[in-house]
């Protein structure tokens, strides 16, 4: 039995920071260091009557609609956040009742919850949607996984130049229509202190180290991925969706990719005149020696041209969308999907069939590695998005309205200010309930 996504659709916070037009200038800094350095043109950000979950209810609603499903055919709700608001009641309960005023049916039925472990969560929620149908409990029903976040950093934190916001909701169903997720699994888990949140809003952050972990992490998941039977073999996959803090993060992280797949194979051989063969551990005297090795060749691989195309057809597609909305944390890797495979479709590539390599990672600090193959009619799921639109719809922002709209949606403030778009056919924040509870509305 096949399972996976039969639908996905995506929300972004309708507000658009230009980072090098408008946050650069305004903090002193050479634009180039977003659309060079970190690969970034803008930031998705919330409007005053949006957060986690207007935006993962708008998400679903709109997959609901355009896929005709109704909420009696849901059994399972999971949203995957590291912006949560309440320490008990799930923002999957928010979302039902938003989906119940809106839509026929109930979700009685359906089992709620909440995963928690930074970006890797949207992908964890994902993995335990795929279980409890392959494990036969979900009734023929399907499961609706829903990741969101308002990725907001301190004021003057560097982690504000990578800010974002937006929801990804997918249908995860037998059968599906765009991806099946493959049965092998990488781990590579640390305990780490490296991005965290210790019951504060924004978090606290090691920039420089998270990025080492990062790298530290996807290299652990990649050789458990191939322990555990899976082939990273580049012939394999037509597109590595990785998770997307910053476009650059991702530029430093495929060569590493790329070096593990292609030791031992023909094209580890093609480069040998080039570049020789990858430094091996058994050929140098101390770790040291061999990691300066390792270093200089994964340089050099880089700069090839065989890298270069392995890179722009199945690692640059994928940025597309990241690069004009920035983080989305738990969602990021999941928007990385869609972008590789809506630049696939426009290209004319053919993939059905083909394979992907999903490459999560959350702080704290985890990696995932996982394949997917993607299903015959999947351009039939890609044409119904109307992600780019959205986009292309966002508010541009000047840098005081960024101001307070940073002020607005922070806990420690009270700020209250108007709302700079007009909701239109979505949920919205309506004000507190007499418990201190979130409320929502659906404007017509
Ligand atoms: N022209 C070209 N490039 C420039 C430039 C210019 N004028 N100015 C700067 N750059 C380059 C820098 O050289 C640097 O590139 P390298 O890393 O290749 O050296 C890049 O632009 C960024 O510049 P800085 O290092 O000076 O930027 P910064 O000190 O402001 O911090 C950051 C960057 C550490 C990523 C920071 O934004 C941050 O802390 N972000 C949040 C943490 C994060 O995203 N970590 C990623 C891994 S953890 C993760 O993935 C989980 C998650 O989602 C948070």
Redo the contacts with the bound molecule.
Sequence with gaps: MEVGIDGIELWAGKLRLDLPGTFAPANGE?P??YT???GLQASSLPDSYEDIVTMGANAAHRLLERKGVSLDEIGRIDVATESAFDRSKPVSTYVAGCLESAHEGSLTTANKGERKF??MAGTQALDDAVNWIRAGRNRGRAALVIATDTAL?ARD???E??QGAGAVAMLVAEDPGLVALGPEQGIGSVDET??LKPNQQFPS?D??R??Q??LARMREALVDFARAGGTTHPDEFALVPF?T??P??VQ?AAPLGYRHAIRDTEYEEQLADEIGRQPRPEGFESEEAYLSAVKEYTEALTDTDQYGRWYDRTVEPTLAISRQVG?W?TA?VHVTRVAGLLEARDAGRELAGAGLLVAS???GAQAEIHAETVQPGWTDELDGLRIREQLADRREISFEEYERIHDAHNHEESTDIAPLTEPDGEFVFDGWGRMGEREYAFIE
């Design positions: 050479d180039e260091k060079k350095g970190l930074a970006c950093y934190d560097p982690g130049a990578t490296d991005f952050v920039g420089k998270s990025m972990v990062y998770h803090p910053f650059a993060m430093k983080n944390y990021s990672y959350g702080s």
